[in-house]
């Protein structure tokens, strides 16, 4: 952009050569350092990004604490699609989001699909959505819970002496080996 309108300044007169090449190199000089900025940039989030390797085994997430989040969404659902739907109370929509999102789905209470429906389409676009992030939470909370009721049953099992402190240590390792291939 910058090359276009220095070529036609210089182009409509002869007097203003020096003029002009000295605005062209210096559009060029900023260009180019503006180049390496954005480079050097795109460069320091790349490794920024890359090096960061938390490590989170050891994070344990309560049983409760999934458990509370999952009734947490399936309540705010209730009560959205109570407010939404006419014919539809709590309970209703509670019965809807716990059949939807276990995957159950019945198909026998729908959103949006009321004879009185004010327009349904962007109901049935949001209903989606909770639909989508409602499984990805449900996933995250189980995979949350697995790992809470492994670790527990490992404790218990090395309390009982059914199992030697290092070989549950050994297997953890062999397990987040195996988990990560």
Known sequence: MCFVLVAV???????NQVTTTTAQTSATTTLWKCRRRVTEVIRRMRSALTSCTADTSDVHVPLYISLLVLTGYVLLGALLFGLWEREWDVLVGSYFCF???????FGDFVPGTSLDAWSSTPKLVLCSLYVVCG???????FDLMQ????????????QLGLVQPHATAQRMSADSDAEDT
Do not use: F, N, Y
């Open 99 to 105: 059949v939807t999102l276990s995957t159950i789905g």
């Open 135 to 141: 499984l990805a939470l449900l996933a995250m909370c």
């Open 9 to 15: 300044a210089g182009v409509e007169s002869d007097d």
């Open 147 to 158: 790992d809470e009721v492994k670790r527990v049953c490992r404790k218990v099992a090395i």
